[in-house]
């Protein structure tokens, strides 16, 4: 059968008022075959548990219906929810596969344009392949996010074109043309056309009627699919990927009983409402994100549903009182007052406009989190180490996954907690007034505390080498008995020097190295005055 005069596929029938890509029966079985393709590939490599991004979100928005962020997404948001609905998996696996569906469906449309302008199976399978599993579509193919089905829509729109670059009469034209719009090249159409044109020039040539032809058309066709494979393949498997739903778990477990946690950033915002929310993690804890307290629909939907935590106004505003608009605004410091009750956590920072929580509260380091302690209260920094030593549970090693992953966010999110306790207390003997007894112990607990984890944890984070050299410095001019000079001094040499290797971008760098020339100086000297005094003693 001709291209174009067999059942449409896609939007309609080909026929009466439907509007139909129209490429035959044998291009459609081609079509349907290599978007079953994709999608078996994709189902494969899904996330099984919550990705990282808008991801935690868009599936809580789904799943309770509610409003993702601007613009909201609403046709996603209600194929999400009867995705939700769906068994098998948690919703995050459901949701994935959706979109990993939607994004084969996307493929399947790619193949239709180029097969619909150039007649060419091979070209029609580049395009496809290309696109579909080159590194970037492969990714945010296979994650709840609204790329895929962006997607599917642009593969639509180049479809919907292609026929109405075909079609022959003014009627036939009226039945696309308000679907058409000038869209932005594709490489990986115009890769599928540009192979099809070098096919149809071949024709012309003493390689027609040969079995070469066809080599010369698929064999690119192939090679360049399966080099998009082999080299993405490893990169965008994701399905032993939980690195973000361990993030959150890790998070919400450390938690004591009732807590409030303020919320800020993708991350911690949006994995923590995912698992509260979706999967019943902890419901004993209350979430409020930061961000949305300042608009002033969102409290008074949310009040309702949180009967033991306080909202003194309407909407959160670093001045507080009534505003022109008549709504009743309240800042910070006025919510922790009213919740005293509670114990309050903020999850990743607070927000840098309202700063009156200063008024009455500190911030404690916890994991990732910080607690708002009241002022009051006496920081005891032995108590403070062992209870957040052991807040989580982490095995993912340090720098294993790509910079520019949720994942490697997460992971350092998690490495950086180990550590901010004794930068917490570090920076208290640094910064506050205290007795020179309290500064000393302060120094020592920082000490102790960054030794213990730079030593349990052969490679870590970088910077983790420069805090633990300061810390071995301020000892060294503190001058305790406890800790030998010559060990202090090898340490804080060595330390900074490793530092200085991996951090070469540091501004301060060159100012190091001079501190460390004058270090190694003091520590042979050191060793003279020592070996004199064997010798004397001798």
Sequence with gaps: MDAGTGPGIGTGTGTGTGIGIGIGNGAGGAAGALG????????????PALPGGDAGELITAAYELGVAHPPGYPLFTLLAKVATGLPGGSPAFRVNLLCGLVGAAAASLLFCTVFRLSGSYAGGILAAGVFSFSRLTWQWSITAEVFSL????????MALTARFEEASTAKERSKVERFWLQSSAVVAVLAGLGLATLASLGRSTVLEGTWLLPCLEWLPALALVASQLWANY??????????VDKFARNVLSSMP??????????????????????????PDITLVDQEMMTYEWYLPKLAKHLPGVHFPGNRWNPVEGVLPDGTLAFNLHRFLKVNKHKEVFVCIGLHEGDSTWRRSHSLWPWGTCEKLVPSGAVFDPGEWIRLT????????????FSPSSWEAVANEEMWQARMKTAFFI???????????ETKSQLYTFAYTSYKEIVNSHPRHPVNWHKNYAIACERMLRLRRGHVD??????ETVKHFLLYTQKAQDDPQRQDILQAVQHLKEELQGLRRRRAELRREAG
């Excluded at 079953?36 to 996330?47: K, M, S």
């Design 36 to 47: 079953a393709a994709v999608a078996a590939l994709y189902t494969a490599t899904l996330p």
């Design 257 to 282: 009983t009732g807590a409030v946690i303020l919320l800020r950033g993708d991350l911690p915002g949006n994995a923590l409402r995912y698992l509260h929310y979706c999967e019943g993690m902890r």
């Design 389 to 400: 030593r052991n807040l989580y549970n982490w095995t993912e090693d340090y720098g294993s």
């Design 234 to 243: 490893s990169t965008c498997d994701q399905s032993n990927n939980y690195v």
């Design 150 to 157: 962006n997607n599917l829509f642009v593969g639509l729109l």
């Design 426 to 436: 570090f920076d208290l003997a640094e910064t506050a007034s205290v007795t020179a």
């Design 485 to 490: 000079p010559e060990t202090l001094l090898q």
